[in-house]
């Protein structure tokens, strides 16, 4: 007889349990619209308005990706589709 293992049902790996959100990603997904909301609401010297409404959908997009909280291929089609609803881009 040989040393080698006798060939059986394959092995197939567990299922992979509900991945949660974590706290960072939770935080993230309430502090991006806030951030948006609040750097559209205060006015930042002299910039045009389509600069100032640029400047708070990267604010946004930039807590998304520091957080996590959408993975950053969406987050970055998200920024660039809200550039063009806001008639930035």
């Known amino acids: ?6 060939a059986g049902p394959p092995v197939l790996p567990t299922a992979r349990p509900p991945v949660h959100p974590s706290a960072r ?4 997904a309430v502090l991006a619209p806030a951030v948006f909301v609040l750097l559209l609401a205060l006015p930042i010297g002299t910039l045009p308005a389509s600069a100032h409404r640029l400047a708070a959908v ?3 997009v930039v807590v998304l990706w ?3 909280a959408l993975p950053l291929a969406v987050t970055a089609l998200l920024g660039a589709a809200i550039c063009v609803l806001l008639g930035v881009a």
Do not use: C, I
């Open 1 to 6: 007889m040989s040393d080698r293992p006798t």
């Open 66 to 68: 520091v957080t996590e």
């Open 25 to 28: 990603a939770r935080a993230g």
């Open 58 to 60: 990267l604010g946004a």
